[in-house]
Nanobody
Framework: QVQLIESGGGLVQAGGSLRLSCEFSGRTFRLYPMGWFRQAPGKEREFVAGDASTNITRYADSVKGRFTISRDIAKNTVYLQMNSLKPEDTAVYYC???????????????WGQGTQVTVRS
């Protein structure tokens, strides 16, 4: 069974940066596309970024050029570097182990518990 443990959320001023981390355990990390989703209050959970572990990445249009996903195979960890944060980025961010790098919740096999990111204007 895969376990995903996120960390790195918090409160930041608009224009600031945060880095989220997600530690993967239980299966072979490099075999899974990994992604980040987010859910704001009253909204659907949405895809943010994904990494297929083959130098293929994918981003939502709303975060392109500001967010970067990466993974450290040796540490079994995937990161989301978030720069130039905006108040509309405020959400609970979820790490995901996916069966395919597709921007849909139905492509996720395992979810982390979520970490809160709040961007103050």
């Amino acid at each position: 069974q895969v376990q995903l443990i996120e960390s790195g959320g918090g409160l930041v001023q608009a224009g600031g940066s945060l880095r989220l981390s997600c530690e993967f355990s239980g299966r072979t990390f490099r075999l899974y596309p990994m992604g980040w989703f987010r859910q704001a209050p009253g909204k659907e959970r949405e895809f943010v970024a994904g990494d297929a572990s083959t130098n293929i990445t994918r981003y939502a249009d709303s975060v392109k050029g500001r967010f970067t996903i990466s993974r450290d195979i040796a540490k079994n960890t995937v990161y989301l570097q978030m720069n130039s944060l905006k108040p509309e980025d405020t959400a609970v961010y979820y790490c995901a182990a996916m069966r395919a790098l597709l921007p849909f919740k139905t492509s996720v096999d395992y979810w982390g518990q979520g970490t809160q990111v709040t961007v103050r204007s």
